[in-house]
């Protein structure tokens, strides 16, 4: 039976913890909607204690017409006209009622029904601090006869801008009309709370100041949400919302910023959206600045970014970082490295996308929003490490990636973070951008050179470049002395185990001798330090071997060192790194690249002699170096040791005492591949299709700026004809005359098929040929063939092969197979001969003989998927291996975008597709999901997998407490950047599905019609 009591949940209660609605998912009672109910149990109804359900009011048809079940009338209350479930309760016991009611003899009472279901309520409920609102409808439920009508006001929203004069109920009269219709309590409630929307009341004044500070701050809100969309401004952090400084907080861990980052994210540069290069000594906090500007582009502006990175380590830790951002900020951030990324990219009309792109993929990224006309749709280019515009082959693809953005969008923004630079005025003017520099360094550095037993501080302003600062008094045995005669170990044991210390050594081999030499001559009270964690290491990186461990690392780990190199796999490197940054590592001995790789500071950076390899070092190689001296928030101060030789005390005094180095265009590097390049992207983009044209776009480039220092004896006028010319030998491109007699440059099919490949033109006729003869009888019933196709050209001299390694494998081979090798230029009987050490008289093209080698090493690793086998049967370094295993894996995708705009070669694209993915993954096909996540190694997702989180939605849905408790050795930091990279990889996925369902369902523009 229905009564009074069964009621009594019907309360409208404040939540004074938020200001969102109350999740009604988890409570069910005998009043839920049918459409939320698995079942509903008809109870026989009866009028108890004369109570009869019917109402009086009438229906206010101006009143239903500008009100909304969607609107919410109160910020900080739940909404009773706004939460439909709410008011669906309602109907569903109203219907019972009158169902029941039918059943009965009518009631001469039913007016007072509607009103006294509420009214029991609000009577035994105790006095609380509601709003004038609430306490109006308490009222009126109470005496339901004088409830006031809304006049001439017909809004459901009070207006909060212009509060209005009270309302005079005794001028307000409520006519009733003769009809006696029924109208539902969901309309009569509806309409009793519009009319206490507006209606005033006598509350205490508490109430009311507060009523009117949230007025106050409504209308301050409604200001600025105009100016939002006069200026895209969102908020007090910079232009964007506070959630940015609370996330920037949380996961980075960054309470304030640098004076000078605020006043760079002030410049007026920046605020007009001009160009801007700006430069700051390594560890000064650059990259934040760049992302507090990607945000707002992404954010304010609601423009994609590019974010432009050096290396592939980089881009991988970029994303993770970015990844958690983008699930709270609700954009995307899509991988642009090795063989990952999609040309062009998924449109997408509802979000953003920041693209995170290494050099090379960034290059053929803007190609092809080039060539689909969506360029404009990058509002921001951030470029990291701008002074690698003068590294090499790389530094040209740069340039040619400026140039175009350039060249083809006026309104895309560009920032650049270098080094300081010599000639940075050159990049201003390629780049028409303004400067900003600053010395800050968060943590101050002292340099110091040591000779013989002394050390010196640096001082270029002294005569000397040296002043004297201590003499070292180390008691070394004569074994230690002959073993150490550089002291290293004493001057690293100055700062270990307590805190860190980096090594810097000339070659790979020299970092494992001298962990291992210092290991030696370590106390043993080492060994204690964190010993749990050390064990724990070590079993990751046994494990992550695959039951191998390195020699050389079983021993150093334990006393807390461990060596860095390109020699290590990305996971051991990766162990490593997370075990240095937590203290678990006290010592690193490494190479240079970890100076340009990711950041790892130290209290103490010493450099072991002033070379890298057999050459000596550049400027900006030694500033990178000891630009890692110095870890903030824990150092107050670092000091960097240069330890030289009397040999050496002049060049390092030049060293240390020259300008910063200068930065050159390298579009001329080795013999104009750059220039030509470019040249033939530009015709085939279409964005020059005459010499003359040509001519003005080169007009836009570095090499422009720096013509007469890069190429003082020739023009550039005459640099690009001659690339025109060179170009048409190759039958890249072609020229013909149009209705005007005018010369016109064409792209050939070969010269689209080498650009969107981005395939180098001293390759591009080779690769042609192997794919042609391999048409005439490609090996299918195996791997090899196709995995030899895909075996990078410029790996080829890197390694030379072991003959009796070449000839056992050779001999391991199907018959099929060795007659494939026989038909790519490899006889068995040449490999026989050059492992018996006897002479070959028949000429064999030692490039083919190296490519099989390297190919026959990628095909066993195909096979098996374990890498430190692979290393070891073939005597190569597990690092070698996986940089062949990558460098594989992106040539791979580039043949493939070769082949697919060559219709002859159309067999080749399924094949290649499957191909390239095995060799981005090179894991076992149930791991491959998993390791589609940044961070995620084939020894994580193996624990991943085991642990039972087998997919990504597993992932995307996981708790990190859980994951952490479950998984050995993974940090609740990592545990959420994992998950975060997995929402984003579904969100990515889920987008791009939508987005085609949209382009299918889509009206077409040019649909014909009468």
């Known amino acids: 039976m229905y009564t009074d009591n069964h009621i009594h949940d019907i309360v409208v209660k404040r939540n004074p913890s938020s200001s969102r609605k109350r999740s009604r998912d988890g409570i069910r009672s005998h009043i839920t909607p049918a459409k939320k109910r698995s079942s509903f149990t008809s109870t026989k109804c009866t009028s108890g204690e004369g109570h009869t359900y019917a109402e009086d009011m009438t229906e206010n048809k101006g009143t239903e017409l500008c009100c909304s079940d969607n609107e919410d009338l109160f910020e900080g209350y739940d909404s009773i006209v706004g939460d439909s479930s709410f008011l669906a309760k309602l109907e569903d016991v109203e219907l019972q009622m009158r169902q029941c009611h039918d059943q009965q003899t009518p009631n001469p009472c039913e007016d007072e029904l509607s009103d006294s279901i509420l009214a029991e309520d609000f009577r035994d409920s105790p006095p609380r601090a509601l709003p004038s609102s609430q306490i109006e409808f308490q009222k009126t439920v109470t005496t339901p006869h004088k409830s006031p009508s809304r006049g001439a006001y017909n809004t459901s929203t009070p207006d909060l801008m212009n509060p209005r004069p009270a309302v005079n109920h005794t001028d307000l009269s409520v006519k009733k009309p003769p009809s006696k219709a029924r109208r539902s309590m969901k309309d009569h409630l509806k309409k009793v709370l519009i ?22 701050e409504m209308s301050f809100a409604m200001q600025a949400m105009e100016s939002i969309s006069a200026e895209g401004d969102l908020g007090p952090f910079f232009g964007l919302p506070s959630k940015v400084k609370d996330l920037i907080l949380r996961l980075k861990g960054i309470q304030d910023l640098y004076d000078w980052q605020k006043t760079c994210l002030s410049l007026d540069s920046v605020q007009q959206r001009r160009n801007l290069i700006y430069s700051l000594p390594t560890s000064g906090g650059k990259t934040l600045v760049a992302e507090i500007l990607v945000f707002k582009e992404l954010l304010c502006r609601k423009k994609d970014a590019l974010l432009i990175l050096p290396y592939i380590s980089l881009v991988q ?14 954009f995307m951030v899509e991988e642009y490295a090795g063989s990952k990324g999609k040309f062009p990219p998924v449109k997408r009309r509802n979000k953003n996308s920041l693209y995170i792109t290494t050099i090379e993929k960034g290059h053929s990224l803007v190609n092809s929003l080039i060539e689909n006309d969506r360029i404009d749709n990058i509002g921001l280019l951030v470029v990291d490490e701008l002074h690698m515009l003068g590294d090499g082959s790389r530094g040209a693809i740069l340039e040619m990636t400026l140039s175009k953005i350039l060249y083809m969008s006026k309104s895309t923004q560009i920032i650049g973070m270098s080094a300081t630079l010599g000639n940075v005025r050159d990049l201003q003017t390629f780049l028409n951008a303004e400067n900003y520099s600053n010395d800050f360094r968060p943590v101050e550095l002292k340099e110091y050179v040591k000779i013989k037993d002394s050390i010196y501080e640096v001082d270029p302003k002294e005569e000397t470049c040296f002043s004297f600062s201590r003499l070292l008094d180390f008691k070394y045995s004569s074994g230690m002395q002959k073993m150490d005669p550089d002291h290293i170990i004493a001057l690293a044991t100055e700062v270990i185990p307590q805190q860190s210390c980096l090594i810097f050594c000339a070659t790979k081999k020299n970092c494992e001798n001298l962990a291992g030499m210092i290991c030696k001559y370590l106390n043993k009270e080492f060994l204690k330090h964190k010993k749990a964690e050390k064990d724990t290491l070590l079993g990751e990186l046994k494990s992550n071997g695959n039951g191998s461990l390195c020699p050389v690392l079983q021993k150093t780990v334990p006393f807390g060192l461990a060596y860095h190199h390109s020699g290590l796999t990305s996971d051991e490197r990766k162990l490593v ?19 340009a790789g990711i950041n790892l500071p130290a209290r103490r950076v010493i450099l072991r002699s002033p070379y890298v390899a057999a050459e000596f070092l550049k400027r900006s190689q030694y500033k990178q170096m000891v630009g890692r001296a110095g870890r903030a928030g824990i150092d107050a101060m670092g000091e960097s040791i240069l330890i030289l030789q009397d040999k050496d005390i002049n060049m390092a005094k030049n060293l240390l005492s020259a300008p910063m180095e200068k930065c050159y265009s390298n579009l001329l590097h080795d013999g104009g591949r750059g220039l030509l390049s470019l040249v033939l992207s530009l015709i085939g983009l279409k964005i020059t299709t005459t010499v003359e044209q040509v001519r003005d776009f080169m007009k836009g480039t570095l090499l422009s700026v720096q013509e007469a220092q890069v190429s003082p004896e020739r023009s550039l006028w005459d640099l690009t004809v001659e690339s025109i010319e060179t170009l048409k030998q190759k039958s890249l491109i072609e020229a013909s005359a149009d209705v005007h007699n005018e010369t016109i440059l064409q792209i050939t099919r070969l010269g689209r098929a080498t650009f969107k490949g981005s395939v180098d033109l001293n390759y591009c006729d080779l690769l042609y040929r192997d794919l042609s003869k391999g048409l005439e009888g490609l090996l299918l019933n195996s791997f090899l063939h196709l995995v030899y196709l895909v075996t990078p050209y410029d790996m080829v001299h890197q ?14 081979l199907s018959a099929a197979e060795q007659k494939m090798a026989t038909a790519v230029g490899v006889p068995e009987s040449f490999v026989a001969r050059k492992a018996a050490g006897q002479s070959v008289r028949k000429s064999v093209d030692i490039v083919v003989v190296n490519r099989l080698y390297l190919a026959l090493v990628l095909y066993s690793l195909l096979k098996e998927t374990n890498l430190w086998n692979v290393s070891d049967r073939f005597q190569l370094t597990r690092g070698f291996v996986q940089t062949l295993l990558s460098s594989a894996s992106a040539f791979g995708s580039s043949v493939l975008h070769f082949t697919e705009e060559l219709e002859e070669f159309w067999a080749y694209k399924s094949l290649l597709s499957e191909l390239t993915r095995r060799l981005t993954y090179c894991v076992q096909a149930e791991l491959i999901p998993l390791m589609e996540v940044a961070g995620v190694m084939e020894h994580r997702a193996k624990q991943l997998y085991n642990a039972g989180y087998k997919t990504l939605a597993h992932l995307a849905n996981a708790d990190p407490q859980i994951l952490v408790r479950t998984i050995e050795n993974l940090f609740k930091r990592q545990a959420n950047q994992i998950i975060a990279s997995a929402k984003m990889l579904i969100k990515e996925k889920a987008e791009a599905l939508q987005e085609e369902v949209d382009d299918l369902l889509m009206l077409p523009s040019d649909l014909p019609s009468l």
Do not use: H
């Open 195 to 216: 009319d206490n929307a507006a209606a005033s009341s006598t509350v205490s004044k508490t109430v009311q100041q507060k009523e009117a500070v949230m007025t106050e």
């Open 317 to 330: 830790e970029k994303v993770r970082g970015l990844s958690s951002f983008g699930i709270e900020l609700d």
């Open 577 to 595: 790194e997370e075990a240095y940054s937590s203290g678990v590592l006290c010592l690193l001995t490494c190479t240079s690249t970890l100076a």
């Open 799 to 812: 390694c030379k092969p072991d003959w009796m390694i070449y000839f056992r494998q050779f001999t391991n």
